[in-house]
């Protein structure tokens, strides 16, 4: 539920999710075998032996610690990525920018161009409507979420991260 539906709780999500798993297990089923992949004993009816146990108390908290600092450095880098855009600020704005705006109402974007700027109001057209806009103060203009053009380092910053982990 977590990972492949996202917490999406509703029937339109639920109904081809349990028909693909019914389908996948039906063709399947003939074909792979289900008595595993691999033999191994079963330690349920046996103790582990002593060098066993002193494996597990010497890995445990390596791997604990090694797994809590990989989890950091993932963290830390998340941190210094660079946005897939760059933010459209109030005071860099200029009459002819690009810009890509939050709709009304939903999490869509719609490209814009910027018109003109003065004093305290941006004015743009949007160009899927053709529609004149204005814009007036810098907290309208953040409620727009405002992006302006494609950061390309992110070409370069994120395969050296991936590279670097």
Same mark, same amino acid.
């Given at each position: 539920?977590?990972? &492949?539906?996202?917490?999406?709780?509703?029937?339109?999500?639920?109904?081809?999710?349990? @028909?693909?798993?019914?389908?996948?297990?039906?063709?399947?089923? +003939? /074909?792979?075998? #289900? #008595?595993? /992949?691999?033999?191994?004993?079963?330690?349920?009816?046996?103790?582990?032996?002593?060098?066993?146990? &002193?494996?597990?108390?010497?890995? %445990?908290?390596?791997? %604990?610690?090694?797994?809590?600092?990989? !989890?950091?450095?993932?963290?830390?880098?998340?941190?210094?990525?660079?946005?897939? !855009?760059?933010?459209?600020?109030?005071?860099? /704005?200029?009459?002819? $920018?690009? @810009?890509?705006?939050?709709?009304?109402?939903?999490? $869509?974007?719609?490209?814009?161009? @910027?018109?003109?700027?003065?004093? +305290?109001?941006?004015?743009?057209?949007?160009?899927?409507? %053709?529609?004149? @806009?204005?814009?007036?103060?810098? #907290?309208?203009?953040?409620?727009?979420?405002?992006? %302006?053009?494609?950061?390309?380092?992110?070409?370069?910053?994120?395969?050296?991260?991936? /590279?670097?982990?």
């Amino acid at each position: 539920i977590e990972h &492949v539906l996202k917490w999406e709780m509703s029937l339109a999500a639920w109904i081809p999710a349990t @028909v693909t798993v019914i389908l996948a297990t039906i063709v399947a089923s +003939p /074909l792979v075998p #289900d #008595d595993g /992949l691999y033999a191994m004993d079963l330690y349920s009816y046996k103790w582990p032996t002593w060098q066993m146990f &002193v494996w597990a108390l010497l890995i %445990g908290p390596i791997s %604990g610690c090694s797994a809590v600092a990989f !989890r950091r450095l993932i963290k830390f880098v998340e941190t210094i990525k660079p946005l897939a !855009r760059l933010p459209a600020e109030w005071g860099s /704005l200029h009459s002819g $920018q690009w @810009v890509r705006l939050k709709s009304e109402g939903s999490h $869509q974007r719609t490209s814009a161009t @910027v018109l003109s700027k003065e004093g +305290p109001s941006v004015k743009v057209k949007y160009h899927d409507t %053709g529609d004149e @806009v204005v814009y007036t103060g810098r #907290d309208a203009w953040d409620h727009m979420k405002p992006e %302006g053009r494609r950061d390309w380092r992110i070409l370069i910053a994120m395969p050296s991260a991936f /590279l670097v982990l």
